[in-house]
């Protein structure tokens, strides 16, 4: 049995009279929240049923006010503090703090949801400013006298605040820090109740008690205008702008709410409450609220009675009034009639109201009420009775929820009051008063004792009193009481009496916590063991079968008691704040009603003969030992342990409270904090890489500061280029990424020495024999100029990865600076210095980043893979724990929790890591000669990433489980899900979810808590009939009853196999904490030798399980049934969650053992001697074939899998993906026939020309000819050379990029990086005046932030260029200054003029820039939107062409498994959607008149459509198992044929659809086929399949097919499922963005 919350009916919000009651609304418009009691309250406006309260208050809650963001709430109360808690789940506290010495007024909030100003009546001061996350001080609230009543924040900046208070003035503060600016102090004539900013930030307002309506200025507070003089005729609480911020709606005591035009500064509606003319104080309007974010204009106001109204321009009167209780409820009672069952409430104020119970709606009894509290109800057959402090006990009618004004005097203060046989009993301080039909019919004094408690049932009354004694009473004919029985076993005064529904039985409480049970047949204790309360008992109910009962007391808890089991009950901990004071049951059994001291009405579940999870028998991985016990899966919230690094990624993290004595205290200690904070920031591997970077970086300008370095250079001013090598080959990288920065700049190197020789070869060769320097001229710029550059943007964009990128732009920078920039090759003359100088530079260069690289925090790969190891491991560990959690139980929450999301992010960040350590750790191996260890490594990869491929199959299943709880309330006989609601939350989940959507879990299920957990878990309950004795005992189908929905099929798979599946993935998660390696940083494998059978053990146990249970799940279904397809569909879809879950998660476990046996052979060869080959050096030896099929074999697929190429920074062309192109494309030349070879010749040329990559290629080259030409013409080559052509020229090389979007990127960074950079050269230069020490002390200032820019912003080109225009301009006028140049005059030579070369470099990017983007426009121009539309309608059709072939029918017809998709395509799949995706990222940069590019939308679509493909992964994985079916699986393929075959051609035909409407840009037609139909066919073909064929397969000739047989069907089945939800959301966002076809759209004109 459990007890789980359902609802929470809130409490009213707090008032008092005289006194503004604040509302706030979330920025959705959804929710209100507000002060009640101890306790905040989060009430949907739109179903106020729905509600979350926190209750971390200790005293009375005064206000509460939600952020902007809407994801937290500032709340306070009357003692000074504010709480800073989590809106979404309403638990969690995320800050503590104390702000004055008494009650907190108000809370506003900046618009960043950073900043809290709290304002109040405080003794020291009266408000303060803090910041959310810490509570440290950013500013003092001043100015004012006495308390402050209102504050309102500013959203917009600059920001401003506003108080108001009694002492008549209104403040207006500057911010932030918040200090004071002005006080306005003569306008107001009375208290200021509220103040607030428009929501544009332009308009201030006040009101007040004088029935003033004040504006300001937003900006600067100065008063404006008065609006409303005289309109409102009493004091003005409360006001709040319309999101127009032209509208203002104010709330009055003058019983009036007004609507205002403060444009026009009238009236434009009022609402006025208890009739025209009529004064009502409970009618006083206290409060308002006007959400923003609504459609409906929805204005919400309180009243002094606590109601909440909601108002809609243009109605007179509400459109709903939400009532309830503000004060302590202190009686409930429950009434039924033909419409339902009511609840009755009566509070400490006297208040009564009545609840509907299904719609959870609450509304005031109407008529003369009780004056103060009230004590107990009873009902009668349409009538409610009850007494209160006032001595009288008041009749109403339970029909129309009225007071019907009789009213009867009682002898004396009630205690309390029952009814029986139509006459009522009611208890009082001085004896029984007995009412008969609303009539007195006697009296019975008591004169010994005082009456405590009173119950009856039939002809008897049971009394108790404050001797501890209960008193039997026998009512005769004449109404008298005849005394019968006395019942003195209490110790303790009774405080409570219940009669069971027959008479039976009396339940006793008392004070002491402790309810006896007796039997009025005997007067014989039944039990006694009720005895968990600690403090009074208040109320006990029992429910109508007789066989359980709840009670309420002062500890705050509800109890539910069992009497077949006394010693077992269900606790609801903490149900009340101050107690709870009435129980009572629902719909006779089923739940639990409660109300208590926060004037709140609680619904309970009950889940009756709720069996916990049976007891498995698991394997402890670390001794192979066999246990039977219970067991947990680790809890969620504990998963996240301490981190390995640091994180700021929290909004408000948890810090410490600083101390509020004063601001120079708290400025010391936000100091010191932030020096420890930055200490440890240094020790993190991000600031070590900038360190590292930087001192890279001054060990390059030593070249240029050295005097021993620069002589050793060469008299050149191109020294810079050093530290521009430092920048581009940053130390900031691993071993093994240095390594291969090295080959790749050397091959960069190489090859600009190649191009430059080769033409001053040309150029010699033409001067000197021919004497036609002109032609060498063009030689030079079509071949080397544009032919070498060309080729290498072919080679960045072809092999883009950013090491790649850098060294590319080495080589550009080398071949442009030998060729156009000296003078060697335009006078042809062959000369080497600029030659060997280059080669000195990029030596020098890499010198000094592989230096610091290697010897300060040296990184290596080795160890960072292992590293990444742990992490994915652990991460592994995490996901199935709270996969396997929410599957078995059956509720969504673990898998939306905060905690799977983190688990799932952290793994795909550290899954991404692992691939490119792997990639990185290659190089050291090979140079380290272990290159056998790395293959195992690749090997245990290739493995990890099957295992994740399984923790997604196991959350596919997961999510194929809940989507089926969710589809429906009830199944086939319209039996209704059973749902329980999580125990961890008071309330909503979410303020969207559904309401049966919120937590469906099984009945079935319940995790019990670890061995030994408490008295609650005592096993003295009668033995459950389904508990397994031995883990060997098998289910007999006889023992079970008969299955009749897709819940119970859940239910009793998991009654079933529950105990297995959580008993191996305990096994495999203990498993997997150990795994694969020690602490570093040795790293040392860590495997036990235990580990590999305890695993195979647990295998062997899970296998037996999941099959039995699934024999015994299908022995208890009803087969013989005739249902519409639909339901035996649905029925079939639930068999497959239950199925794939099972055997993804058998799939996981054997994987493992291959990850554990191949981490045997990696410790085994680590363990060697001496292990080092060096076999790669040995080209020449022919290598060993690679073994695919063991282990640790490697396919080359896989090997691509694993190490597939870094996603490229900007898009390239598309492959083709082995897709058959037109028929011209294929077009074959006849056999012997010489002109049409030769055509064909002349076609693939063509086609080869046709390529993007190569036309890009071609205009690259193309347009850095045009741009060098200027240098080889002796009219321009001054001006070339003036303004520093080669800059510009490698800035076009920079900028150009594939696509049109791409290019406007990048330009736009390096544009902007230019700027700055030159910016802080003239600065820096101006400073420094040209001293080396100086210089070098500011360049390495400079490179921190931008190593910061490049390192961990991830803006590479942006940093890079900053720095790079800082070395042209500060380091090259310094080689000028010290006569180091070439003769550069014109920027003042030896006193240079630092402007000049700045803008000399500025003007040379800008035109490059501007040069990349006309090529790139002009000049086969690529358009990123249309590539990118192009290329995902052609991966649709291939997708659909794919699907179309039915993968399951391949295996079926015994051929090969690349009919449906092998490796090498679906990873060519993959990175074509990769580089779809960079196509879509580059569209948003492109400038075009019908507007601007939908990203978010393609975005969405990008998402679906890499969940298709991860669904024909999924698909594959399961056809790669095995590529022969088995006889079972040849059967249930064949009978499924037809289906599977109309279902591919919907999906197919949907995919061809969606493909063209895309290309096209054409809307979607209305009718396109769905796929659920022929699912549900293929699914109720299954069905039919076990209902008509199962008993034929009992007989020996026929064979069998098996349980894992299935597997394939089933997961076909759900692959199927995923794609068409997917293909459902593509198909909305392609209508959101081409429409839908109608009529109009075909008209003829």
């Not at 194929?960 to 429906?968: H, V, W, Y």
């Amino acid at each position: 049995m459990s007890i789980t919350i359902d609802k929470i009916l809130a409490a009213s919000p707090n008032t008092e009279r005289g006194r503004p009651t604040q509302l706030s609304s979330d920025p959705k418009g959804e929710r209100i929240a507000y002060a009640s009691g101890k306790s905040i309250f989060l009430r949907s406006i739109d179903d106020p049923s729905l509600s979350k309260q926190y209750t971390a208050h200790t005293t009375q809650t005064s206000v509460a006010r939600f952020s902007p963001s809407g994801y937290y709430v500032a709340s306070g109360d009357v003692s000074g503090a504010v709480k800073v808690w989590d809106a979404v789940e309403g638990v969690n506290t995320k800050g503590d703090y104390h702000i004055i010495s008494g009650r907190i007024n108000d809370i506003a909030w900046d618009g960043d949801s950073q900043r809290i100003i709290a304002v109040g009546d405080g003794r020291e001061r009266f408000g303060h400013c803090i910041t959310a996350d810490s509570g440290n001080s950013v500013g003092e609230v001043s100015g004012h006298s006495s308390a402050i009543n209102s504050v309102a924040i500013r959203q917009q900046r600059p920001l401003r605040a506003a108080t108001g208070a009694d002492d008549s003035s209104m403040v207006f503060l500057h911010g932030a820090p918040f200090k004071f600016a002005t006080k306005l102090g003569g306008l107001h004539k009375g208290y200021v109740y509220g103040v607030g900013f428009s929501p544009d930030g332009n308009h201030l307002i006040s009101v007040g008690a004088d029935r003033r309506i004040q504006l300001y200025d937003g900006k600067t507070g100065e008063a404006t205008t008065q609006i409303g003089e005289g309109e409102h005729k009493g004091s003005i609480f409360a006001v709040s702008w319309a999101k127009d911020s032209k509208r203002v709606v104010t709330a009055s005591a003058d019983q009036t709410v007004k609507l205002w035009d403060v444009e026009a500064g009238k009236a434009v509606q009022t609402w006025r409450f208890g009739g025209e003319g009529n004064v009502s104080i409970p009618d006083h309007q206290v409060g308002v609220v006007w959400p923003a974010g609504r459609n409906d204009g929805m204005v919400i106001s309180l009243n002094l009675a606590g109601d909440l109204n909601y108002l809609v321009e243009g109605s007179q009167t509400p459109t709903r009034v939400v009532q309830g209780h503000n004060k302590s409820i202190t009686a409930l009672g429950s009434s039924q009639d033909g419409k339902g069952q009511t609840f009755w409430t009566g509070s400490f104020d006297g208040r009564v109201c009545s609840w509907d119970s299904d719609s959870g709606i609450g509304s005031a009894v109407d008529g003369e009420t009780h004056k103060n509290q009230v004590t107990a109800f009873e009902t009668t057959a349409g009538r409610a009775y009850s007494v209160g402090w006032d001595d009288t006990l008041r009749i109403a009618d339970s029909t129309g929820k009225t007071f019907l004004g009789e009213t009867s005097k009682l002898s004396a203060q009630p205690k309390g009051l029952a009814s029986a046989d139509g006459r009522v009993f009611v208890a009082t301080a001085s004896g029984i008063d007995i009412f008969l039909k609303d009539t007195l019919v006697g009296s019975v004094p008591v004169k010994n004792e005082t009456p405590t408690a009173i119950a009856a049932s039939g002809s008897l009354v049971a009394v108790g009193d404050d001797a501890n004694v209960v008193q039997i009473y026998n009512v005769d004919g004449s109404h008298k009481l005849i005394p019968k029985e006395k019942l003195t076993r209490s110790t303790a005064q009774i405080t409570a009496l219940e009669f069971s529904p027959d008479g039976s039985l009396l339940a006793v409480g008392n004070s002491s916590g402790k309810i006896a049970v007796y039997e009025t047949s005997s007067w014989d204790v039944k039990t006694d063991r009720w005895s968990a309360h600690t403090a009074r008992v208040t109320c006990i109910a029992w429910n109508a079968a007789g066989t359980h009962a709840v009670s309420g007391g002062l500890d705050t808890n509800v109890f539910v008691w069992s009497l077949a089991a006394p010693g077992k009950r269900v606790k609801a901990a903490n149900a009340h704040k101050d107690g709870v004071n009435g129980v009572s049951w629902v719909d006779g059994g089923k739940k639990i009603a409660s109300t208590g001291g926060d004037a709140a009405l609680k619904i309970w579940t009950v889940a009756a003969q709720q069996h916990k999870l049976r007891n498995g028998t698991f394997i402890l991985p670390g001794t192979g030992e066999r246990v039977r016990r219970q067991i947990t899966l680790r809890n969620p919230s504990n998963f996240d342990g301490p981190a390995r690094t640091n994180s700021d990624n929290s909004i408000l993290p948890l810090r410490r409270t600083y101390s509020q004595a004063g601001t120079f205290r708290t400025a010391v200690d936000n100091t010191v904090e932030a020096g420890w904070e930055f200490w440890g920031w240094l020790h993190t591997p991000a600031a070590k890489g900038i360190l590292k970077s930087s001192l890279a970086y001054l060990l390059g300008s030593m070249a240029t500061f050295l005097p021993p370095i620069a002589n050793f250079l060469g008299h050149q001013d191109s020294k810079h280029l050093v530290c521009t090598i430092t920048v581009y080959f940053h130390p900031s990288r691993s071993q093994g990424s240095m390594q291969e920065a090295i080959i790749l700049g050397l091959g960069a190197f190489f090859y600009a020495v190649f191009v430059s020789v080769s033409s001053m070869a040309t150029s010699v060769f033409f001067e000197s024999q021919l004497g036609m320097i002109e032609l060498g001229y063009i030689i030079v710029l079509i071949v080397f100029i544009g032919g070498g550059l060309g080729f290498v943007g072919w080679f960045k964009q072809r092999y883009n990865a950013p090491l790649v990128s850098v060294s590319c732009s080495l080589a550009s920078l080398a071949i442009i600076t030998v060729i156009t920039k000296e003078n060697a090759i335009q006078v042809g003359v062959f000369s080497n210095d600029k030659i060997v100088q280059v080669m000195k530079m990029i030596l020098m260069g890499m010198a000094s980043t592989s230096v610091v690289s290697l010897l300060l925090w040296p990184i290596s790969a080795r160890t960072e893979l292992r590293e990444t190891m742990i992490n994915v491991t652990d991460s592994f560990g995490d996901m199935l724990t709270l996969i396997t959690r929410g599957f078995l139980s059956g509720s969504e929450t673990d898998l939306r929790s905060t905690t799977f999301i983190k688990a799932q992010n952290k793994h795909k960040a550290v899954f991404t890591k692992l691939k490119t350590n792997l990639k990185e750790a290659r190089f050291e191996h090979y140079l380290l000669g272990t290159e056998e260890e790395y293959k195992l490594q690749v090997s245990l990869v290739t493995c990890m990433q099957r295992l994740a491929q399984s923790i997604g199959g196991l959350r596919s299943a997961a999510l194929t489980q809940f989507s089926l709880l969710r589809e429906s309330t009830t199944f086939g006989n319209g039996t209704p899900l059973s749902s329980r609601y999580s125990p961890q939350i008071e309330g909503l989940v979410s303020p969207m979810s559904s309401r049966h959507d919120r937590f469906a879990v099984l009945t079935a299920i319940e995790e019990a808590s670890e061995e030994g957990s408490g008295a609650e878990d005592r096993d003295d309950e009668p033995p459950n009939p389904f508990e397994r004795q031995a883990s060997t005992v098998s289910y007999g189908s006889s023992t079970m009853p008969t299955v009749r929905t897709p819940s119970e099929i859940f239910s009793r798979f998991i009654m079933h196999l529950g105990p297995s599946m959580k008993s191996l993935a305990y096994t495999l998660s203990q498993i997997l904490q150990e795994l694969p390696f020690g602490e570093g940083p040795q790293y040392e494998i860590k495997i036990n030798d235990h580990f590999k059978t305890s695993l195979t053990e647990a295998l062997k146990l899970y296998s037996s399980a999941r099959a039995d249970a699934l024999k015994e799940l299908y022995k208890s279904k009803e087969l013989d049934r005739d249902r519409p397809e639909s339901i035996e569909a649905d029925f079939e879809e639930v068999a497959a969650s239950c199925g794939h879950f099972s055997f993804s998660l058998q799939t996981f476990a054997e994987e493992m053992q291959t990850f554990l046996s191949i981490l045997e052979d990696l410790k085994e060869w680590t363990e060697k001697e001496n292990p080092k080959s060096w076999n790669w050096i040995r080209f020449w030896r022919k290598p060993k074939p690679q073994v695919t099929d063991g282990p640790n074999g490697v396919p080359e697929e896989e090997q691509r899998l694993i190490q597939p190429p870094q996603e490229p920074l900007l898009p390239k062309d598309l492959p083709d993906l082995a897709i058959e192109r037109r028929s011209t494309r294929q077009w074959q030349a006849p056999v012997q026939n010489k002109k049409w070879s030769l055509y064909r010749k002349i076609l693939d040329i063509i086609l080869i020309l046709a390529r993007d990559d190569v036309r890009f290629a071609i205009k690259v080259g193309f347009g850095a000819s045009l741009y060098a030409m200027f240098a080889f013409i002796p009219l321009t080559r001054p001006f070339y050379q003036h303004w520093r052509g080669e800059w510009g020229l490698l800035s076009y090389m920079l900028v150009c990029a594939m696509t049109i979007g791409a290019s406007n990127t990048t330009g736009w960074s390096r544009f902007i990086g230019t700027f700055i950079g030159a910016a802080i050269a003239c600065f820096l230069w101006s400073i420094t005046q040209g001293n080396p020490f100086g210089l070098a002390f500011c360049g390495w200032m400079v490179s921190l932030p931008c190593f910061y820019i490049i390192l961990v912003k991830g803006q590479g080109p942006f940093g890079r260029f900053i720095m790079l225009t800082y070395n042209l301009s500060c380091l090259y006028a310094y080689s000028l200054s010290i006569q180091d140049g070439d003769g550069d005059d014109d920027e003042g030579g030896v006193v240079p003029i630092i402007t000049e070369i700045a803008l000399h470099r500025v003007v040379a990017v800008i035109a490059g820039c501007v040069w990349g983007l006309i090529i790139t426009r002009v000049i086969w121009p690529i358009s990123a939107r249309n590539k990118f539309k192009d290329g995902l309608s052609l991966l649709w059709l291939r997708m659909g062409l794919i699907w179309k072939r039915d993968p399951l029918s391949t295996i079926l017809e015994g051929e090969s498994q690349n009919e449906y998709m092998d490796l090498k395509e679906e990873f060519a799949l993959q990175q074509y959607l990769l580089r779809l995706d960079n196509l879509r990222s580059a569209a948003a940069s492109e400038f075009e008149l019908r507007g601007p590019f939908p990203a978010k939308a393609y975005e969405r679509i990008i998402d679906s459509t890499n969940k298709m493909l991860d669904a024909f992964h999924a698909m594959n994985v399961v056809i790669q198992k095995d590529l022969t079916a088995s006889e079972g699986e040849t059967i249930l393929l064949k009978y499924t044929a037809d289906e599977r075959a109309q279902l591919c051609s919907r999906i197919s035909h949907l995919f061809q659809v969606l493909a063209s409407s895309l290309k096209l840009e054409f809307p979607l037609s209305d009718a396109l086929p769905d796929t659920s139909n022929a699912r549900d066919r293929l699914l109720a073909k299954i069905f039919h399949y076990r209902k008509n064929v199962a008993s034929a397969e009992e007989d020996p000739n026929n064979p069998l097919v098996k349980d894992e047989d299935y597997e394939m069907i089933y997961a076909f089945i759900l692959v199927t499922g995923q794609l068409s939800e997917e293909l459902k959301r593509v198909q909305r966002d392609i209508e959101d963005l081409f429409g839908v076809m109608d009529e109009n759209l075909f008209k003829l004109t």
